[in-house]
């Protein structure tokens, strides 16, 4: 059993070798919400990680496209 799970250790990060070529999509928190927009439809995904800042990298929170649908939404009702 233990052999077993080496190997399909081993699988798994040769997989992840193999199929991951580049750092996943994410925003920082200065960033717009128009670049957020643009990142979540190149990579078609609905949810961005957001960090502080480009050195320190601390996670701290997630931008959703909802969210930021909402968000214009009420900016829009508020300037009529």
Do not use: C, K
């Not at 070798?17 to 643009?38: C, F, K, M, W």
Request: proline share 4%; charged share 30%; no cysteine.
């Amino acid at each position: 059993p233990r052999r077993q799970m080496e190997q399909a250790g081993r699988d798994n990060a040769d997989w992840l070798a193999n199929n991951v070529e580049r750092e996943p999509e994410l925003v920082i928190a200065a960033d717009s919400l128009g670049t957020a927009l643009q990142r979540m439809s190149r990579s078609n995904i609905e949810m961005l990680p957001v960090i502080d800042d480009a050195d320190n990298r601390r996670f701290i929170g997630t931008v959703t496209a909802a969210s930021i649908q909402s968000a214009y939404g009420e900016v829009l009702r508020h300037n009529d």
